[in-house]
Each structure stands twice: as structure tokens, then as C-alpha cells.
């Protein structure tokens, strides 16, 4: 489905269909490979880097083209189509969490180190908040950097971090004065290879199998100061103006994975056959996929809102919280369906589907679980 009700404009469709083309010809033929392999080429960085797919909302100083965030919304929504969470997650998060904080806060200087040799797929990077004890609670965060000379020394550790395994630098949330609550959160970029920062170890995971997930560890590491993001004390805020791209991203990424599976599913129902019929002629049938169908519009309406206010400038924090619960849950509940109109072949990996149940179930938790998106939704209520 290409249209793009009131949003997308049709340089964005063309857009969309080159991506689409890509997607089809050099990520869903190898899917199954790196799903069994648990990851995906580092090539994959580098060529999403040459078509300009890491660069598309940062400025062409730095090897972006400027397209905007629309851009990298089609984009998002069409890698939730390849066939691997995994591999949409790996290669999203190098575009919406990791780059993302150091094109707003960076120096210019830092944009050289880190922001463009990334956007054009030569660096990894990973965002890392979550902690053992630190999840959606960012102010409960226990990894802290000490001040010492022109270095800050980090001890802690993070957990769930996508990247992590792989990745060329980190963008660490810290605690650069742990009396100050909220109020003594920073941003710190850390490379790999630094002393006392290391991978603990890749994480065995129900789905997005294909990404690397890593539990990293800081033990007495020295970090320059100079890979600090802004001013000490703005981490909290920093972090909070990016989680609303990364649950729209999430958003997006739920209606292409849906999308692709009920049309899917459509297409098995219409070949399947049962008691002397194609089971697309059974009216319970037809009525669930109806459901499905409706289920999928009404998310994609509100995701689309959502978008159209966050790229004309609003923050907006309740339509964003909704996209985000709406869209995962419901890419959630349109992948068990499908796994039950397949019956029995829903379990088999050559049909695809249970990797994408699999992979629909991190939606509700990642980025802010849908209890927390309760919770900031009625925050916006006034209760």
C-alpha cells in the first residue's frame, strides 16, 4: 500500500518504492541466512551508507542530504518489511537513537569523529540508557563519570543494547553527579576500544534475532572530556527529546512489519484449502482479516498524526506515547492472527510468520514499554 494519506508527498512514494526495490532484491532474500546466523553483514552499514539511507534528515556538511524526517520516516516503515526485526532494528538504530543525539548536541567536531563517518556506514553506533536497574526510570540510572583532569572516569554497566556487540561508539548516558537526581545526567560518547570498556557478552533473545544485543560493562574508564554531549547536567533532557523519533520510529516500523503480514496472510488463505475449498472462502476467515485490516488502518491513522505534528514542529508527547502503544500492540495482535490462519505452517520458518511473532513482541516493551505510555499519556491529561 503506497499511499500516504495527507503526509507523504509523491517524491516521498518515489522515494519509497526505491527503498521498497532495494529492501526486495538485497535484505528479505537473505533473512532466514541471518536469522539463523544471529546477525547481519557489516557490509549492510556501508551500503545503506552509499545509497544515503543514514543520512537523509542531517545536513550535507557532515554527508547527509537534508531530505528531512519524512524521508526517514519511508524509510522506516519499509525496512519493517524486510523480513528480519533484527536486521530493521540493527540498521534503524544507527539512524534514529545513536546518530541522533550527537546531530543535536554534538560540536562540530564531534559531528566529524562520530556523525559522519556513521552516516556513511563506516562507523556503528549504539545508544546506551538501559541499565540492569535502569530501565523507562532514566533518572534511576546507576552508571556514573567521574571528573578526573581532562578525562571522565566511568564505572557502570548497560544491558538490551542494540549495536552494542558491533558497535565503533556508544553514547552512553552517565551520571556526571549522581546527587543531583535527574539533574546530573550527561551524554558521553565512548569508543570502542577504550580501556575498561567492555562487551560482557551478546544476549540470546526471543526475537530480533539477527541484531546484535549486548551487555556491556565500564570498568575505570577513562573517557576525554571532549566526548561529552552539551553541558554536564543535560543528559535527562537530551534523552527525552530523543525518545519521541525513536517511539515514532518504532511506530512506523510496527506498520510495515503488519502490513507485510497480512498481506501475507492474504495471499495463504487464498491458496490453502480445506473440506474441498480455499479457506479464504470461509466467512470467519474473511471477517478476521477484516479485523486485521481495520485494526492496521486505525493505527496507521493515528501514527500518521502523529508524524504530521512531530515534523510540523510540535512536541508532541500524548500522540507520539499513543502511536507507539497503538502500533506495536497491534502489530502484535495482526501477527498471532496470521500465525492462526496458517495453522500448523505458522510454526514453520520457511512461511516466515513465526518470525514475525517473535519479533512483534519487543515492540510493547522497547523504547518504553506500553505501561509507561500510559502513564505519560495520562500525565498530558493532568491526572
Known sequence: MLSGYGVYQEEHQAFRR?????????????????EAAGEFPRSLFTRFGELGFFGLKYPEAYGGTNAGELYEAVLLEELGRCGSGGVAAGLGAQFTIATGPIHLYGTDEQKRRFLAPAIRGQKIGALGITEPDAGSDVAGIQTTARRDGTHYVVNGAKTYITNGVRADFVVLAVKTDPSAGQRGLSLLIVEKGT???TVAKKLDKLGWRASDTAELLFEDCRVPAENLLGEP???????LGNFQ???????????????????????????????GQTVSA??????????????????RQLTYHALRLHVGGQYAIAQTSMAKKVATEMCCRITDQALQ???????????????HWRDARLGPIGGGTSEIMNEIIAKQLGL
Open 18 to 34: 526505491m527503498v521498497r526495490e532495494v529492501i526486495a532484491k538485497e535484505l528479505r532474500p537473505f533473512a532466514r541466512e541471518w
Open 195 to 197: 580501556p575498561g570498556f
Open 233 to 239: 547536567g543535560q543528559g535527562f533532557a537530551q534523552i
Open 245 to 275: 523519533w525513536e517511539r515514532l520510529s518504532l511506530a512506523l516500523g510496527a506498520l510495515g512489519a503488519a502490513e507485510e503480514v497480512l498481506e501475507t496472510t492474504i495471499e495463504y488463505v487464498k491458496q490453502r484449502r480445506a473440506f
Open 282 to 299: 470461509f466467512q470467519v476467515v474473511r471477517h478476521r482479516l477484516a479485523e486485521m485490516a481495520t485494526d492496521l488502518e486505525a493505527a
Open 341 to 355: 490462519l496458517h495453522g500448523g505452517a505458522g510454526y514453520m520458518k520457511e512461511f516466515d510468520i513465526e518470525r
